[in-house]
Structures are given as C-alpha cells and as structure tokens.
C-alpha cells in the first residue's frame, strides 16, 4: 500500500511535469503559468525541482524566452503523452464506458472554413452532443497554429498547402479553382476561358501579401501574360459582392459558391491547382474523444467528395484558409 509520503511525492511529480510541458510548448514561464492559473515564481520553483532531481539544465534561458536543451527535448517527448493522458483521463473513461456527453472542443478555424466547410458538422455534433462545450475560434493561420503548439485548441481545419514537421495535416475534401463574372460579362457562359481570355479585364483579388494573390500572379508570369488588379478586397463574401456588381472578375476556390449568387463561373484546373481543406492538428497530441467524434462527423459529412493527394512535407511556414483567402 502507498504511504502518503510517495502519494504526495506523485502529485508533486504530475504539477511539475504539467508546469514543464506547458513551459516547453509557450516558451514561456509567465506564460506557463498563465495557462495553468499558478504564479511565474511557482512554475519556475516546479521546473527547478526538475532540474535537480534529473541533474540536468532543461531549458536554455535567454532573457523572457527559454528553450529546451537536448536533455528537455528528451524530457518533453516522454513527459508530453503522460500529462495529456492524465489531464484527459476522465474523457477517456467515459468514452471506454460508451459516454460522449460532456467536456469541451476548442477548434481553430479561419472565417471561410467556419461559413463554407464547418456548418453542417456543426450542426450535426451539437445535435448528437449537446452536453459537450463546442467553441470555434476564428483565427487567421499563423494564429491558429500558435493556438495548437500551445494546446489552446484540439484541433484545427483549413487549407494547408505546407506542413511542417511538427504537425499532422489529413485533408477530407478538395475544391476547384474557379473564374467568377457577372452575368453580362462578355466570358459568362463559357465552358472554358484561357488566361490570354481573363488578362484584358479588371480582377478583383484579396490583398497581395496573401497567397492567393501570389498565385494568380505567379501563374500569369508563366504564361508571360500581364494582367490588371483594379480592387483589393479581404474575404470571399466580399469579392463574390463587388463581382456581382459588376466591378470585376476574380478568381476563387469554388468552395465559396453556394449556387445562390448572381455569378457567372468557368472552371480553371488547367492553370490552377485544387484546394484542399482538411484536420490540422500537433504531431503526438492525445486526441480527445470529442475530438474524435468530430473528426468521425467531418469524414461522413464529406465522404463523398475526392480527396486530393497530401501536400509535401516542409519546414516552411505553414498557411490556411484565411491567412491566404482559402
């Protein structure tokens, strides 16, 4: 039988081993703290207990910012799975007894994935787990991914066309790029366009920083094709507007379209290469069952759309969605 001497040292060993992880994914003891509703002195008293017991420096310290040493990194790896599988143990028995009726989901998204892709899913969950805490948080990608690392969020949705080593990126469904005209435009109605077609008339496109703008731009020079930006505007909704009336063309991912604007449109897959929207989340993160449940519910909601094959592994920064306008 336990004596309450190792009981006590156990509690002892899970806060310092929690305060650690959440130090190593913020890079931040304030930080850490923050998350886990204790004082800085605290969590650098818990991180310190560490240090000693293992006789080894965690973190290398630079000012506010610290970093793991190789020694943490190690510590990290085998610690991370142990603190998320205690702090999600009571979810994961109720889902062993056959219950999904409580907790939370937090999910990342950019505003296109949350109008165009997540309503029906949405819908679907909150009707079959009503007990369950359901909160989308609208961010741009960069955001997103910074909400991820720091287990703010379970998961994220969007587009991602690179993906870093540190995440896991599955995509479910793929659109098309599209060409957008008013009705009366001289290339509605028909069944293909050329880029020498599109060049002489005004585009409406999002902001240039972002990559849809990138890529439009990048295309045209293949093709040794000028072209002409007559309106930046932020926000598929906002495009599709001006387009209506009569302001520009444009080009976009078609899941945008309902069926239900007063658009034109000619498909562009001879220039442009499909978007794919898929689960974004952290290498090695224990996924929750309601997690699990709503990634069950996303794969059913579109299993009948095909499904392109994954992008390429990259360091790169990463976007989705919003960062890049879908």
Request: hydrophobic share 40%; proline share 6%.
């Given at each position: ?196 077609d599109i060049a002489p008339f005004e585009m409406i496109l999002p902001p240039r920083h972002l990559s849809t703008w990138r890529m439009v731009d990048m295309v045209f020079k293949q093709h040794n094709l000028a072209y002409r930006v007559t309106l930046e505007a932020g926000g598929w909704e ?89």
């Amino acid at each position: 039988m336990a004596s309450g001497s190792q009981i006590h040292y156990k509690q002892n060993r899970l806060k310092q081993l929690r305060a650690f992880c959440h130090a190593a994914r913020t890079g931040s003891v304030s930080a850490a703290a923050d998350k886990i509703f204790l004082s800085q002195p605290t969590v650098s008293l818990q991180i310190q207990a560490l240090e000693r017991e293992f006789d080894t420096v965690l973190f290398e310290r630079r000012g506010p910012k610290i970093r793991l040493t190789p020694e943490g990194q190690l510590l990290f790896e085998m610690a991370a799975p142990l603190v998320e599988g205690m702090d999600r143990l009571h979810d994961a028995f109720a889902v062993q007894c056959g219950r999904v009726d409580q907790g939370a989901l937090n999910i990342a998204a950019g505003e296109s994935t949350i109008l165009y892709i997540l309503p029906e899913p949405v819908r679907s969950f909150v009707q079959q787990y009503p007990g369950i805490e359901l909160k989308l948080h609208n961010v741009t990608g960069r955001d997103g991914l910074a909400m991820l690392r720091s287990d703010e969020v379970d998961m994220a949705v969007g587009s991602m066309l690179e993906v870093p080593d540190d995440i896991n990126y599955r995509p479910f469904v793929t659109y098309s790029p599209t060409l957008i005209t008013p009705l009366d435009h001289p290339l509605a109605g028909r069944e293909s366009v050329t880029l020498a077609d599109i060049a002489p008339f005004e585009m409406i496109l999002p902001p240039r920083h972002l990559s849809t703008w990138r890529m439009v731009d990048m295309v045209f020079k293949q093709h040794n094709l000028a072209y002409r930006v007559t309106l930046e505007a932020g926000g598929w909704e906002v495009i599709k507007k001006y387009v209506e009336l009569g302001m520009g063309i444009s080009i976009v991912t078609d899941v945008c379209l309902t069926g239900d604007e007063k658009l034109a449109r000619v498909p562009l897959n001879q220039y442009f290469p499909k978007r794919s929207y898929g689960i974004v989340q952290r290498r090695g993160k224990f996924l929750s069952p309601q997690t699990k449940v709503f990634m069950k519910i996303l794969d059913k909601a579109f299993a009948d759309r095909v499904v392109e094959p994954l992008p390429q592994q990259s360091g790169e920064h990463p976007v989705w969605d919003d960062a890049m306008l879908g």
